[in-house]
């Protein structure tokens, strides 16, 4: 069972970076894809990004592209979420997953989550 554990959380003022972290408790990014999702309070689950097995594809939600970017470090089995000029919008639990298969968007179809780790933006 892969387990994923997500850090780099917190609050922070708008115009502000954090960088969030997903540890995996083992190599899978080269089998997976990896994706970061968001859930603001009230809310559906949403996409931010993803990127595909071996690392070829990155992909965006329109509201993050150009702030956001996801990386990975296979030596370390860890994913990334750097994320720049943070918005008050941007407040939400993130959450890393995986799924053993092309990278999609919806949130049912990844079949491992991390905990999740809350991001708040002030204005």
């Known amino acids: 069972q892969v387990q994923l554990v997500e850090s780099g959380g917190g609050s922070v003022q ?13 190599d899978i990014h080269r089998k997976a894809c990896m994706a970061w999702f968001r859930q ?3 809310k559906e689950r949403e996409r931010v990004a ?16 150009g702030r956001f970017t996801i990386s990975q470090d296979n030596a370390k089995n860890t994913l990334y979420l750097q994320m720049n000029t943070l918005k008050p919008a941007d407040t ?17 179809m990844y079949n491992y989550w991390g ?3 809350q991001v708040t933006v002030s204005s």
């Open 115 to 117: 905990q999740g780790t």
């Open 92 to 108: 939400a639990v993130y959450y890393c997953a995986a799924r053993y298969d092309i990278c999609i968007t919806s949130a049912s």
């Open 14 to 26: 708008a115009g502000g970076s954090l960088r969030l972290s997903c540890a995996a408790s083992e």
């Open 40 to 42: 603001p309070p009230g």
């Open 50 to 65: 993803a990127i595909s097995r071996e690392g070829s594809v990155m992909s965006y939600n329109a509201s993050v592209k």
